[in-house]
């Protein structure tokens, strides 16, 4: 479902409103959580006639492993460079774009805040508001193990 925050095209540069996207899976196989890769999330927006690159909010949190190629996202208006090997971790409310999304394809995962199991490592991480949104995990194969 998307909920304008305001009139406009979506499109904040242009003077439009940024689009809130809510938790929404075409198929909820465990609640409160989806994956799927980056090719199939861009071609799912575009046949729901959403560009990717307009700026949006998320309800829910979207952890991203870039596996291959190359582009721009931006999280929250700071764009950061995507290659293989960077992980992005939107949180609920942040807003993100896929500024160029280039070639850049990879594992996306989103889940809500009630997904997890209440532990207490898990309640750390995902309730570290303030953590890096962006991370470079390296090229090395090493990296490949959390892609799997």
Known sequence: MVLPVGLGDGDPSRG????RLDFNPPEERV???EIIDLATLHERRRRRG???DLVHRVDFHTLTLITEGSGEH???FVTYPVRPGTLLWVRPGQVQSFVRPGTANGTHLLFTPAFPPHTSSADRLVNEWYGPACRQLGASPTYA????
């Open 74 to 76: 931006a999280i929250d």
């Open 145 to 148: 193990v959390l892609s799997t």
């Open 16 to 19: 439009g409103a940024i689009l």
């Open 50 to 52: 959403r560009r990717p």
């Open 31 to 33: 609640p409160g959580f």
